[in-house]
């Protein structure tokens, strides 16, 4: 059995666009020995995903705003409010610079903000950072 500290990082990104989503398994695709990523269309198959009985919860979730249904701020608390779930860092993502978006996912306990990178470029630069951090920052009491 591997140790939460050397086995691959596992990523969960929550996002309603289908193209963000493939963007991202290709991202994360350059970094398969270190890190994997599942993606979720909605907030609410997130949670049903991570609920579900014998899921490895991911070590980090990467959690779009602005979706239909429940948006990313309802995940967030939703997930903040489960005693299961609410010690996954949670990355807010979104296009949405605005304060009130930033200062709203702190308050709801998000462990950062991540600006949505305008080119696939700067999206790849984002990744390489993010799993850079996420694998040094793991705790050893988080799930295997």
Not at 82 to 108: F, K, N
């Amino acid at each position: 059995m591997t140790s939460p500290l050397t086995r691959p990082l596992c990523v969960l990104l929550v996002d309603d666009n289908a193209t963000d989503r493939l963007l991202a398994r290709e991202a994360f695709a350059g970094y398969a020995d270190r890190a994997s990523v599942i993606t979720c269309h909605s907030g609410q198959a997130a949670l049903d995903w991570m609920r579900q009985p014998h899921t490895r919860l991911p070590d980090v979730v990467l959690l779009d705003i602005n979706m239909p249904g429940m948006n990313g701020f309802e995940v967030l608390q939703a997930m903040k409010a489960d005693p299961e779930l609410r010690l996954i860092p949670v990355v807010m993502l979104s296009t949405s610079g605005d304060p009130g978006d930033v200062q709203e996912a702190y308050t709801l306990h998000a462990s950062s903000y991540l600006l949505k990178s305008v080119d696939f470029a700067g999206f790849l630069e984002q990744v390489d950072h993010f799993v850079a951090f996420w694998c040094r920052s793991r705790l050893a009491h988080w799930p295997e």
